[in-house]
């Protein structure tokens, strides 16, 4: 199949069916989401470092990666739901 046959194809997919494919795309991107074509501006630099003191002052501050995962999925998971319109 074509690229242009499965762009053509995807709004004939149910909202599930979407859902699949975008799990599917970012399990396949996951590695990719930092781009060395796309470095950091100072701003979002400043910002991981002031985020990470804080970290390192108080490490028991803050949600656990599951914890963060669970949320993130809930809000995926409600945005995109088949009984809403679009996703917010």
């Not at 762009?7 to 399990?27: A, C, D, S, V, Y």
């Not at 996951?30 to 074509?37: K, R």
């Not at 990470?52 to 656990?64: Q, T």
């Amino acid at each position: 199949m074509s690229k242009v046959e499965i762009l053509e194809e995807l709004p004939r997919l149910t909202p599930q069916e979407r859902g699949e494919i975008r799990r599917k795309l970012i399990e396949l991107d996951d590695d990719e989401w930092l781009d060395a074509h796309d470095p950091l501006t100072d701003e979002e630099k400043a910002l991981l470092e002031a985020r990470l003191a804080a970290y390192e002052k108080d490490p028991d501050v803050g949600s656990s990666w599951e914890e963060v995962e669970a949320r993130i999925h809930a809000r995926l998971t409600r945005s995109w739901s088949p009984h809403s319109r679009s996703p917010h």
